[in-house]
Structures are given as C-alpha cells and as structure tokens.
C-alpha cells in the first residue's frame, strides 16, 4: 500500500478541471469528504457553508435521504437499461412525463443525456437533422451570446462564449457566431437606459442574421440568466425583443435552463421569470440535484416532427448515449422533483432569494463594489478597484479570487468569476443559512478591503 497522503496522491495522478495544473502541485487539493444539509466538511473536520450548491446545482442539500433511497431502491432493482432499439423502463418513462407536466411552454419529447454539454451537442445535432428533414438544409449556423457558458464538448464550446473556454481548443468551429452579452453595467454605452441596451442588442441580433442570411441561421442559443459568465441578470424587456427578432426570421430559440431550471430563479424554469417562449429546453444540474449524472433535452412539436420525419427516413434516430435515461439517474432526478414540489420549494426559494438580495445590495455602496446584481436565489457581487472607472485591480480576477480564498478561510465555498463573486445556495437554505452566507462574505470582503489597503 501506498505511504502518499491523500493530497499527495491527488497531485501525483489527477489532472483536475478549471485548475492550473502547475499552482495545483504547489498547493495540492481542498478534500472534501462529506455533506450535510448545505454544509460540506473537509477531511480535517472543518465545516464550509456551500454558497455555490456545488456547481450550481446540490438543489436539495448534500444529505437528503429520499434521493439516496431512489437511487438505492432502483440500483437493486434495475441498475442499468438502455433505451435504444424501442427499449424503455419506468423512470425514464415517468421522468419524460413529469418534465413535460412542468414545462413552462406545450413540449413534445424528452432526450436523455448525461450532461448539460452533451445536451446542447445534440440539440445542435438534433437541429441540423430536422433541418435537413424540413427541407432546410442551409438553415445550419447558431447564435449565442459573449460570455455565455453552454459547456465544453467541441460544439457546447463553440456555443459557449467565455474565451478561457476556448483559448488554446481551437473553438469556435465555423457556424457558431456570438452577439452581445446582455450586461448593463459593463456594456451600456454612456447614458444608455436598460431599454435602451436591450434595443441596441436586439438590433445587433438582427443585423448578423441579415449579414450571414435568415436563411443559413437555425436558433439563437441563451441561458435564461447567464450563470458562470458572471450571474448576469438581462434587461427586463431583453428576452421579449430577442423573441421577436427570432420569431420574425423562423429562427428556432432554445434556452438553456442548466443553472436556471428547478427554482433557482424563483420560478420553476428561468423561462417563465425571464418571459421567454424556447422551442427547446435543456435541463440539468439541479434536476437530480447533482446526485446523478443526468440533463435532458424537451423539444416541442415543431422540432420534433421533423425528427421523426427524418428518422423515419433514416430507418433509426442515430444518436443516443449508453447513460441516456440511466435507471438510477432518471428514478433520482424524477425523486428530486416530487421533492422540489412537495416540499414548495419554488416557493422557498424565491423567499430566501429576497433574503439574500437584500442582504447583498446593503454592500452595493462600498468602495470596492461595483454592482450588486442577481434574481431568486443566485447572485453575484461584482468587485472593482475603483468604483468611477470599473477598473480592475492590476490585473481582473486579482480581487476575486482573494475574497474567495478569505471566504473559504472563514468557512464558506463561493466561486469568483473573474472578480464577481457568485451566491448560488441550496434550495433547502434557510434564513439563518441565508443570514451565515451574509455575514461570511462581509467578514471576506473586510479583510480584502484591508489587503488593498495594504
Ligand atoms: N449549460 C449551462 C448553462 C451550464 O451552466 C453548464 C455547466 O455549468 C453546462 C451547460 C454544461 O453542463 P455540464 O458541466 O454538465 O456539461
């Protein structure tokens, strides 16, 4: 048996993602080794309150037995199936079900994947191929946004637009176009109105539709609320004027709900707070609550006929994942749900969500705060050097990453997108759960006021 530590090991075999593999043989990993409730604990005992549900998505908290009941109940009774060949078994059947029952807009179908990046490759692939049924076959390029996170296969990369995912990966490929990113306070030109921006962005949308042809363009690709590009809340009439501009031109709108699905928004869906009508729905993350690998696709009647069209022609739907519809994932997810349901914790979570906007917008005066933004139960600080100018510190993410570090410090996992620090608790998160993610970021945020100081 080895004599490595834990950590020593980690350095020594893994390649973790989203870290610098160099800093990380000096610094070697946080382990953590349990979860309870919206606590995780590390392997010295220490307590964090997860202000981030993981990856945005631990909806339930880290502990909830119901979850760990489905999915033990149904690995002793069905482990694995498949859902190729006309093959099917009852989660997946009455998951497909309960996602249609709750969709914000009339759906048709469910496509099981299991993960949101595999989700948005084939609903990439899934377009071009009902394209080419409909009789389309040019109508083949998408739209997404700057600063947009849709994943990191080759094509959800290409859809995605923060450059650190596409530095050095040879993403974009050819196809994939990126308008505006929806963010008042770092895009609006001078004097511009929220109104005013959306406008500007809506015409900008038009105008590459009419450069590349309405006729070569197929969707136009949008998290509700972007999540990992910053927590970045759209212009109250932004999604109705893009709607519009899609609608016009027969351009498919799919929203990527990954972050904002199951309640995070204070609604079911983002969708619904964000006014928005997707002829396609990607859901994932907090749909098992992250307990199982799992995201799902809906797709309405217009997307579908043409799928079944084609497969008809085909002679088969050529596309599907061993994991698609997983037993284990789809009976956990499905428990997730009816828990999120019964337990109203929509209804909570758009509660706690007041909590913690109010919380956060007491520090939107301090000097080193440039904008306090969120909706429901996600939001982000964004920090800046110097409020007038929205500078940076000397370099971006400097300040960021040093509250985040203090934050952890004092017993708090949050994340720094570059310098906005992002809230994402659990659904479950109660007041005083809410009042501890208040007062830990306070704590974070005095001692960096005193590091700049320095
Ligand atoms: N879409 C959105 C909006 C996301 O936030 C994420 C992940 O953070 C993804 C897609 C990709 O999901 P996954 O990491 O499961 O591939």
């Not at 993981?54 to 037995?65: I, T």
């Not at 962005?201 to 042809?213: N, Q, T, Y």
């Not at 579908?304 to 284990?328: C, R």
Request: hydrophobic share 40%; with cysteine.
């Amino acid at each position: 048996q080895s004599k490595l530590s834990l950590a020593e090991k980690d350095v020594q075999h893994q390649l973790h993602p989203y870290t610098d593999a160099r800093v990380h043989q000096e610094v070697g990993p946080l382990i953590i080794e349990r979860g309870e409730g919206v606590y995780v604990f590390d392997d010295q005992g220490k307590r964090y309150v997860e202000a981030m549900s993981g990856l945005w998505s631990v909806a339930l908290g880290f502990s909830n037995e119901r979850l760990i009941k489905a999915a033990e109940q149904q690995l002793r009774k069905l482990p694995f199936y498949h859902l190729f060949s006309h093959k099917a078994h009852s989660p997946s059947i009455e998951l497909a079900e309960k996602l249609i029952e709750i969709a914000p807009v009339p759906m048709s179908k469910v496509f099981f994947t299991n993960s949101g990046s595999e989700a948005n490759d084939t609903v990439v692939k899934m377009i071009w191929y009902r394209n080419n049924a409909i009789g389309k076959p040019t109508k083949k390029k998408f739209i997404s946004r700057l600063n947009a996170y849709h994943g990191i296969t080759t094509v959800s990369a290409s859809l995605t637009g923060l450059p650190a995912n596409q530095r050095g990966f040879d993403v974009p490929l050819s196809g994939f176009y990126h308008v505006g990113c929806p963010h008042h306070y770092r895009y609006a030109k001078p004097g511009e109105t929220e109104e005013q921006f959306a406008d500007r962005l809506a015409a900008e949308l038009e105008s590459v539709i009419l450069r590349e042809g309405p006729e070569t363009i197929a969707a136009f690709y949008g998290e509700p609320l972007m999540g990992a590009g910053g927590v970045i809340v759209p212009p109250r009439t932004y999604w109705e004027k893009i709607q519009a501009v899609c609608s016009k031109y027969d351009i498919l709108v799919v929203a990527d709900e990954v972050i904002c699905g199951f309640g995070r928004t204070g609604k079911m869906f983002g969708s619904e707070t964000f006014g928005i009508k997707p002829d396609v729905m990607v859901v994932s993350k907090q749909l098992s609550s992250s307990y199982q690998p799992i995201a799902a696709i809906l797709i309405n009647d217009k997307v579908f006929e043409g799928i079944a069209d084609q497969s008809h022609t085909m002679g088969t739907l050529g596309h599907g994942f061993t994991g698609s519809g997983h037993p284990v994932a789809t009976a956990v997810a499905l428990e997730n749900i009816r828990i999120i349901q019964e337990e109203h914790l929509v209804e909570h979570a758009a509660e706690m969500g007041e909590l913690l906007q109010a919380g956060l917008a007491h520090f939107s005066e301090h000097p080193l705060v440039g904008e306090v933004r969120g909706c429901g139960l996600i939001a982000a600080v964004e920090l800046v050097a110097d409020r007038k100018t929205k500078a940076p510190m000397d370099v971006v993410g400097k300040l960021g990453r040093y509250l985040a570090g203090r934050a952890q410090e004092h017993g708090m996992i949050t994340r720094a997108m570059g310098d906005s620090i992002a809230f994402c608790p659990p659904l479950i998160s109660t007041k005083a759960e809410i009042q501890l993610v208040l007062d830990t970021f306070s704590r974070a945020l005095d001692d960096t006021d005193r590091w700049f100081g320095l």
